[in-house]
């Protein structure tokens, strides 16, 4: 956290870290403002959505810190740069990760930008992720907690968001943070962690993406011998190293194994399936990235030898990085990776530096 008073703008979730990151701040003596951030405007009928709720609490918190509360709609850019991608990649049969396209466009693009236009020095968030500064040049650092680290969501910042970020709380550890809410009368301190799609908030998903993009049902089939086992729902509602939902157990004439989703034929429609966690279909040594953002310097010279994550909560895995440039580039894992998806992304690191990441494209 900054060593000067500075003027501080918090991004107030209404969960217990973001709480937290507010109250360390205050503490500190930094001129702070919070803000909350709706960025749907989607009538909720089911009660999943929370947002109501969650302003609620985040009033109570910025009231019992003596802190202003603001509300800002940001539906719009939510809309056209998050939710607008995140509908054309399961289109296309990808699985995507909208959490990290939220935190590039919205909470460190459309956030950052009006908390500065109000003046502001910097923002922060309740992020498990740290920032360490070297002669001008920032690195992202994982969170102290490496159960809660959230470095993998924050790949895709840049030098110029993070000289503008602050995460007060990437130093503790979750027991800690709920503990100082506690201590400090906090109405978040024992609220459960927030899931679901990212400020859209827990829902069926099935239902909630069936109201944006038409179901094709189609046949499931045995990838080993393209016997058709049953029927899908759509292929967009499934991924790959998926076992719940498939409604496909006791078939005849095949072992008492768990069944696996393999693949994905979005030309024929086609649903296929393997049996046995440890089906070499399901396993990948190398793959294919794009989209890529190093947030400092790309590597100088290849094979670059380092560690990375296919998806969140994931070990980091040892890997080296083949072939690069620009645009795309190509990772062989140390040991093959079990269900690498399309669409998801993979962050690279050196022990605590992330380096950056990309979007998965493929098998190589």
């Not at 507010?22 to 702070?32: E, F, I, P, T």
């Not at 289109?91 to 956030?111: H, Q, V, W, Y």
């Not at 729902?233 to 991924?239: A, E």
């Not at 645009?327 to 993979?346: K, R």
Request: glycine residues 8%; aromatic residues 10%.
């Amino acid at each position: 956290m900054p060593n000067t008073v500075s003027r501080i703008i918090v991004g107030l979730s209404g969960g217990v870290d973001s709480s937290v990151a507010a109250l360390l701040l205050k503490q500190a003596g930094h001129s702070l403002q919070t803000v909350f951030m709706k960025n749907w405007e989607e009538e909720d009928r089911d009660g999943s959505c929370t947002v109501e709720d969650d302003l609620a609490d985040a009033r109570q918190v910025a009231d019992s810190l003596g802190i202003s509360l603001q509300g800002v709609n940001f539906a719009d850019q939510y809309w056209d740069k998050v939710f607008e991608y995140f509908l054309t990649e399961y289109r296309s049969g990808r699985t995507p990760n909208p959490d990290i396209l939220c935190n590039k466009e919205i909470k460190f693009k459309a956030f950052l930008d009006y908390a500065l236009s109000q003046g502001a020095d910097k923002i922060a968030t309740g992020h498990y992720a740290r920032i360490a500064e070297t002669h001008g040049q920032f690195q992202l650092l994982r969170g102290k907690d490496r159960n809660k680290d959230q470095t993998y969501f924050l790949y895709a910042l840049n030098q110029y968001q993070l000289a503008h970020a602050l995460f007060p709380i990437g130093e503790l550890e979750k027991t800690h943070v709920r503990e100082l809410a506690k201590e400090n009368n906090l109405i978040t301190y024992n609220k459960k962690d927030s899931t679901g799609i990212c400020f859209i908030g827990e829902r069926d998903f099935k239902a909630f993406l069936q109201k944006y993009l038409p179901a094709q049902p189609g046949e499931i089939r045995v990838l080993d011998n393209d016997a058709v086992i049953g029927r899908h729902d759509g292929l967009m509602y499934y991924t790959l190293g998926q076992r719940q939902g498939l409604k496909i157990g006791g078939q005849k004439n095949y072992a008492d194994e768990p069944w696996y989703v393999a693949r994905k034929d979005l030309e024929q429609n086609i649903l296929y399936v393997v049996q046995g966690k440890q089906h070499p279909t399901l396993y990948q040594s190398s793959v294919s990235f794009a989209d890529i953002n190093w947030i400092n310097a790309p590597p100088e010279a290849l094979p670059y030898h380092c560690t990375a994550r296919t998806r969140y909560r994931q070990p980091d895995t040892t890997c080296q990085i083949t072939q690069l440039n620009t645009q795309c580039g190509t990772v062989v894992f140390d040991q093959p990776q079990w269900a690498v998806t399309p669409g998801q992304s993979i962050v690279f690191y050196q022990d605590e530096v992330c380096l950056g990441g990309g979007i998965i494209q493929g098998a190589q």
